[in-house]
């Protein structure tokens, strides 16, 4: 298999860089939207201002523009909404936006005017969006703001537009938009003041509906809204031996130095479970929503809470080189030679060799590493993906003596 050019491949990562997956995604969910909506809003321009201006009831309007196509404008617009969660990388918006292409790609596909085509990138869209479900993984409070939103007025325009065209089935009969907005509030609410009742069967289906959607819908956008509120106090409160259970094939970082810090949002960004251990009082800046333990890391009890018995690897990253030589020492004993690999940092060139002597498996020098990176471009020397590999990590062989 031939292999891409490096200058190549650096110009498809710098492009990645600029338009990140979340983004291209929110943008095909709003464009896919749009398209699916087009014949409304095409419809509605195909009429002059005036003409809308002479239509004085909705059982007009709906003849003109169609009572099924009222729920394709409520979902294309959707689209257009919890695109902008997308953005935010809300984990809510990925769930919802599903749905909603679902339902667009069943629309699309079944239609008699052709829109096959449609149908099929909504079903690319949706396969897109779930490979790349890892990208979406927060609890943002905007988000579930905007689900909130479009739920609720997606469900009010649905029971106002239903109970107008269903007016005459009502006691006393609805024919004005202002009585099908009360109708419609006072069944989602399960108010029931008895005031305005249904008298036929399809009615009565109907506000059922009402009522069973405004339950549902008020309470999720409730959980939508409330839930990364309280999500960072609950997951402090259920930390220790429930998270600890959770803990599975994830990497531990040790330290809360700004090298700590990037590591951890390099690996986050590829979809990797992280843990870290930090000094208790030691001022960090990691996310709220990291899965961080106050502790010494040193302190093999702390490392089976972190779940190392189960990690893939323990990155010491403190600034201390002799916190790291314990660390590494700690990770052994808790797990044996079997266990979670083990990188150390080393922040002094000269006790290189103290941290080689209680051997972790990968050794990591920033001032060794600039050093010969530097020396390499100045004098000239060939640098591939192999040598750049063996700067990076010097291996630490049995007895202690540099591989």
Known sequence: MPIMPVPFMRRVRKLLALFPPNWCLAILVALDGYAFMHPVLREVRAREYSFWLAIDNWHEVMRVVGLLEIPRLVLGMGLQVIALGLILKARIAWAFSLVLLIGIGTFAILDDHGRAGLGIYTLVLVIALIAYWRRFDRASVTAGSLFAVV?????????????????????????DAGTAFYFSIVSMSTVGYG??????????????????????IFATSISAIAGPVIGGNLKRLVKGKFSTAMRKNHIIIAGATPLALSVYDGLRRRGDEVTVIVPAGTA???????DLIEGDASSVEVLRNAGVARARYVLALRDDDAENAFIVLAAKEATGDTGAKTVA?????????????????????????????????????????QTITDLFFTKAAPGGKAA
């Open 284 to 290: 960090q800046e990691y996310p709220a929503a990291a």
């Open 345 to 385: 940092l080393v922040n002094t060139s000269k006790h290189l060799e103290k941290i080689r002597r209680v051997q972790p498996d990968l050794v990591f020098s920033v001032q060794l590493l600039g050093a010969e990176l530097l020396a390499r471009a100045i004098s000239g020397e060939p640098m591939d993906s």
């Open 151 to 175: 739920s609720m007025l997606s469900l009010v325009i649905y029971a106002v537009f239903g109970t107008l065209y269903l007016g005459s089935e009502f006691n006393p009969p609805i024919r």
């Open 195 to 216: 005031d305005i009742t249904p008298h036929t069967g399809t009615a009565r289906l109907f506000t059922a509906s009402i009522i069973i959607l405004g339950i549902t």
